[in-house]
């Protein structure tokens, strides 16, 4: 016959579920209202962009009409049909997709013989053009390109986004491959592979979130650039920030073409950041933890 053996009441308080202390709980709420506030804090001036795209210049001025209000689509018609703003997005687009892809081509080689090497003047170097404002050259790279007849075509707006793009990808591959062993390129030498074919076939393939992080964070750079593309640009090859700058006059400024100019803008950017937010955390955090 089984017996039930009652417990003492001393082992009562052991086995009854532990309450989290007060101080514990008042924290993760903080934590939880401070996300909320930050978060608030971001989204709304995407929110205000987003309404005021849709409002005419009379609706936003008014304050009554913030939230409820009748929706125009008035702006993205002048912004995309009549002031062929397709142009400007293709002239965007060419522009920071030729600076990232040569970047990537010279800067992921550069970083790789910095790394393996330990050429720390040339990282040094780079350093340096990483921290000079590009705003600062401006003026010489306008005397430069105007002798070289330069100024007004694609050319120049590729260079000069490149002075900014290469450092940056240098920077962020050379912590990556800090980040990868030396061992598995040794192995591929031993069994038969150069060192071109090593880097080729073995660290090139394992360094693709870098890659990414770089090429998503110039291609970024270069798409929102105002100050380069404003000096040096020409009419046909004027960029999207430019063609912004636009709806700013010196008697009045049309809010709502600028709200959506301003929209068509930052949507590509927003999607991109979206769907490869994966490899920019990789990327960065590479290398943070070694050694």
Known sequence: MSTVTELPES????????????????YKAFRVCAL?????????????MVLASFKT???????????????????????????????????????????????????????????????????LVVLMARIIPGVSLLVPWYYVFSNLRMVGGFSVLILSHMFVALPLIVYIMMSYFDSLPVELEE???????????????????????????????????????????LVLSGASTKTLPVAIFDFVSYASIDWG????????????????????QKYVVSGLTAGATKG
């Open 11 to 26: 082992f009562a308080p052991v086995l009854a579920p532990r309450r989290k202390p007060l101080r514990s709980r008042a």
């Open 36 to 48: 909320v506030v930050v978060v608030l804090a971001l989204l709304a001036p995407l929110a205000w």
């Open 57 to 123: 210049n009379v609706d936003i001025y008014d304050a009554a009409k913030s939230l409820v209000f009748t929706p125009t689509f008035e702006n993205y018609s002048n912004v995309l049909q009549r002031n062929n703003y397709f142009v400007f997005i293709f002239n965007s687009f060419w522009v920071a997709f030729a600076s990232t892809l040569l970047s990537l081509l010279l800067g992921v080689p550069a970083a790789y013989a910095m790394s393996r090497f330990s050429m720390q003047r040339s990282a």
């Open 187 to 229: 192995s591929a030498q031993v069994d038969g592979l150069s060192p071109i074919g090593a880097f080729r076939l073995i660290t090139l393939p394992l360094s693709l979130p870098g890659i990414m992080t770089a090429g998503i964070l110039a291609f970024i750079f270069s798409w929102n650039n105002f100050m380069f593309a």
């Open 257 to 276: 073409g600028l709200m959506a100019a301003a929209t068509v803008v930052t949507i590509p950017i927003m999607v991109i950041a979206l769907f490869t």
